[in-house]
C-alpha cells in the first residue's frame, strides 16, 4: 500500500515542526495498530448513552469488554454476555434478545435491552449476580404516554388511544438493528400520530427519518425503510 502525496506532504509538514509521528502502513490483509489502552467497557457509538444501556426501569448496564459479560453494577457480572451482532446470550449458548437503538429523550437514540418481542427487558440483581427478566415494557417515542420524560425509553403502560400502538411488531428487514430500529421507531411514531393527531409524533418521525436517511448513506446500506421516506415520516 503506498502513502499518498497529500500524507508524505503532511509528514514532512509535523517534521518540520519538530514533531514525531509513529505510523504503520498495512499492505495486503493487514490492519493499522494504535497502541491505546481497550475501553473497560463496549461502547455503542450510535447511542447518545456511549457505553450505557438502558432497561425496562430506566437503569443502565454496561458490558464489560474482557469478557463481553453484562456487568449491572461495578463488581456485579451476570450470566448475559453480549456477542459480536449485539445479541444478548444467556448462560453460553441461549439468545435471549439483543441490544437496540430506542427512542431517548430530546429525540436522541439511546441503546437499550430489547427482547425478541420487540419488549424491553429488566435487570434484576441478587446478591453479586445479576440477570435479565422479561416484561411487559414497551419502547415508546419521547413524549409518548408512558414514557416518564426520562432518560430512557419506555413505560409500562400505554393509555387512551396509543393503547393500539402498544407492542407492535417491525414487519421489515431486521437484520441490522443498528439501522432498522430508526425506522421502527418511526413505525410507532406513525401509529401515534395517526391514533391522537399530535403533531409531535411527525417531528419525532421526521428526526428518527433525518438520522436513517444519513446513516443508510453514510454507510452505502441496502436497507429500504418501510415508514421513513426520505427525511419525512410517512403520515
Do not use: W
Not at 514533531?19 to 491505546?36: D, E, K, P, R
Not at 429525540?107 to 434484576?124: E, H, K, R, W, Y
Request: aromatic share 6%.
Amino acid at each position: 500500500m503506498k502513502i499518498s502525496s497529500a500524507r508524505i506532504a503532511q509528514i514532512r509538514l509535523l517534521a518540520s515542526l519538530g514533531i514525531s509521528l509513529v505510523f504503520i502502513t498495512a499492505c495486503g490483509g493487514g490492519s493499522s495498530s494504535t497502541s491505546q489502552t481497550p475501553s473497560v467497557y463496549i461502547d455503542f457509538p450510535a447511542s447518545a448513552n456511549g457505553t450505557s444501556v438502558v432497561d425496562a426501569n430506566n437503569h443502565f448496564v454496561k458490558f464489560l469488554t474482557a469478557s463481553r459479560s453484562m456487568e449491572v453494577l461495578p463488581g456485579i457480572t451476570s450470566d448475559i454476555t453480549i456477542d459480536a451482532s449485539n445479541n444478548l446470550i444467556k448462560g453460553g449458548s441461549h439468545n435471549i434478545g439483543s441490544v437496540q437503538l430506542v427512542a431517548g429523550s430530546g429525540g436522541s437514540s439511546i441503546a437499550g435491552l430489547l427482547a425478541p418481542n420487540g419488549t424491553m427487558m429488566a435487570s434484576v440483581t441478587s446478591g453479586t449476580s445479576a440477570t435479565l427478566a422479561n416484561t411487559n415494557t414497551t419502547f415508546v417515542a419521547p413524549g409518548a404516554a408512558g414514557s416518564g420524560g426520562a432518560t430512557g425509553s419506555g413505560g409500562t403502560t400505554v393509555t387512551g388511544t396509543l393503547a393500539a400502538c402498544k407492542g407492535v411488531v417491525y414487519p421489515g428487514d431486521t437484520t441490522d438493528p443498528q439501522t432498522y430500529s430508526y425506522d421502527a421507531i418511526a413505525q410507532f411514531d406513525q401509529c401515534a400520530y395517526r391514533a391522537t393527531n399530535d403533531s409531535k409524533y411527525v417531528l419525532d418521525g421526521n428526526n428518527q427519518c433525518t438520522v436513517l436517511q444519513g446513516l443508510i448513506a453514510a454507510t452505502n446500506s441496502s436497507f429500504r425503510p418501510i415508514y421513513c421516506s426520505g427525511n419525512s415520516l410517512i403520515k
